[in-house]
């Protein structure tokens, strides 16, 4: 009798609480939906007025699916405003969460790059990859920088020093610097690097172990340039301009496409900032070459070169050359590269090269089976664009190459010869070649998790410290030019009056691996219903 009296008492204090508590649960929901839609917002790059919108979709499909959530949905605040808010806190919690981690590093790098907006405002974004004792690494945006005024070496060293300081990086740790290499940025008494360099100095630390790195992508796209053969371009590329930029020219070129019953549906354009479009385009304007030429004469406009079997020769190397090019291309791509093995790719291309000089001479083409199918007489003149290539490689690459020894120290320390390295690495160096077991773990892992697991900082601590270094650099710019494209989508002709500080949120929440706390930015928040 008394326990059910008390089983009663306690379901009906359960109840009571109940009414309090379900509020408060309902409205942190509440709070906690509109910073969850308003990061989808921003990650995917949408206008922040689309916010209504998506509550406009929300409740619609609550009244068919939960109806009793509707008032509950109704009362969630996604306008505009509220949108934009909020994203400013989901990227000021990242950029709080980046400031911790970074006093962690023992050494970072920045990545900087320039771009002009729709607006016609120059963007410098920073990059910094840090790296902390442990070996974990974190490469995020440190600070994307609105230049309204002149973009001199000075002035982009300035917007430097304010993006380290927003995170306390100072230059004691500065370990790297890889630029786009405009002039404004490796100007030797002018550039931004120059400048770097003269804190460098002012602050009594070594301007020489400052690792300085062109863009190896952009490197590689210039060495392309030194082709002769790239005035053969002109032509391709003139014809399918013809075919491509005038409506009835391409629904006529795609309706003989298909009353040949060819392979292929249509041209692809050529992009000159896409350095990947080259070589996909050259290969199907060769597959078409019959199509063109057919097309051309059609319409009253012969091509004499389609006409022209040394110029198919030189079509029919060029597309070769530039589908190993891009195959390059594409092993230089992507985040969290090391210097060291985007160097590997580079100078495995060289001996590749090499090789087809070698073989070109001789008229071998076992590596060139397009131009193969045009059956030359003779290759030598191919043999000399390998020349060109080898020499604009070598010219290019010889900055990151004088870190050759360093690099090796860092990759393949079991390889390098003790009397070769610095002398402070030398005892260290010897040590752990003798020890087999270190070595059979070296060649079974990822090059940081040796670092990280078996190269101790009571055995090896010159050794540990040159790894972080160099683990730490920036190869490419390629974070940045990832960015510029998320930029272009961001602040377009039709949202061109994003402000500044919007941007720059927006692209931070956009871009970052870091994911915001949105609990504890719930429970800060005070509730405010949708009206």
């Not at 060029?318 to 594409?330: A, F, G, H, R």
């Not at 055995?459 to 730490?472: G, Q």
Request: hydrophobic fraction near 40%.
């Amino acid at each position: 009798m008394h326990l059910d009296k008390i089983n009663a008492l306690q379901r009906s204090l359960e109840s009571q609480q109940a009414a309090f508590t379900r509020p408060r649960c309902d409205r942190d929901n509440v709070i906690q939906t509109s910073y969850v839609v308003s990061e989808l917002i921003a990650k995917k790059l949408r206008p922040h007025v689309e916010g209504e919108f998506v509550k406009e979709c929300m409740v619609a499909a609550a009244e068919l699916l939960a109806p009793d959530k509707v008032k509950l949905l109704q009362s969630v605040s996604l306008s505009q405003r509220t949108v934009s808010d909020r994203i400013t806190d989901l990227a000021q919690d990242i950029e709080k969460t980046l400031k911790d981690s970074a006093g962690d590093f023992q050494f970072f790098s920045l990545a900087c790059d320039e771009t002009t907006d729709i607006t016609n405002t120059a963007q410098l974004a920073v990059f910094v990859h840090g790296i902390t004792a442990e070996f974990d690494t974190r490469e995020e945006l440190l600070s994307l920088q609105a230049m309204h005024g002149t973009t001199r070496g000075e002035d982009l060293f300035e917007r430097l020093v304010l993006s380290m300081k927003k995170l306390e990086l100072t230059f004691e740790k500065l370990s790297g610097l890889t630029t786009d290499g405009a002039p404004a940025m490796v100007g030797s008494q002018k550039g931004l690097i120059a400048f770097v360099k003269k804190e460098l100095n002012r602050l009594s630390l070594d301007p020489s172990d400052l690792i300085i790195c062109h863009c190896i992508i952009h490197q590689e796209s210039l060495c392309a340039q030194s082709l002769r053969l790239n005035n053969m371009m002109s032509t391709v590329v003139s014809c399918i301009n013809f075919v491509k930029s005038r409506g009835f020219n391409s629904r006529q070129f795609k309706e003989l496409l298909n009353d040949l019953d060819s392979e292929y549906g249509d041209l692809l354009y050529h992009c000159e900032v896409r350095w990947l479009s080259r070589g996909n385009m050259l290969m199907r304007f060769y597959e078409l070459w019959d199509e063109v030429k057919q097309f051309m004469e059609m319409k009253g406009k012969p091509v004499r070169e389609l006409n022209d079997s040394k110029w198919l020769r030189d079509l029919a190397f060029m597309v070769d050359i530039t589908k190993y090019l891009s195959e390059l291309n594409v092993k230089l791509q992507g985040p969290n590269q090391l210097l060291s093995s985007l160097l590997s790719n580079v100078k495995s291309f060289e001996a590749k090269l090499r090789l087809w000089k070698v073989q070109l001479k001789r008229n071998n083409t076992v590596h060139f089976p397009t131009l193969e199918g045009q059956k030359p007489s003779t290759t030598f003149e191919y043999a000399g664009e390998c020349a060109k290539l080898i020499e604009a490689f070598n010219e290019r690459f010889k900055d990151v190459k004088s870190k050759q020894m360093e690099l090796n120290i860092f990759a393949t320390p079991f390889n390098v010869e003790p009397a070769d390295v610095p002398d402070n690495l030398q005892h260290e160096i010897i040590q752990l070649q003798s020890d087999d077991e270190l070595k059979a773990r070296y060649n079974n892992l990822p090059l940081l998790e040796f670092y990280k697991c078996y190269i101790s900082n009571d055995e090896f601590p010159i050794l540990r410290r040159h790894a972080l270094k160099y683990a730490s650099v920036f190869g490419t710019t390629y974070c940045c030019e990832q960015f510029f494209s998320k930029l272009t989508i961001a602040k377009s002709r039709l949202r061109s009056r994003l402000t500044d500080a919007n941007l720059e949120q927006q692209l931070r929440e956009a871009t970052s691996s870091i994911p915001a706390n949105i609990t504890r930015l719930t429970k800060e928040k005070q509730f405010q219903p949708s009206h």
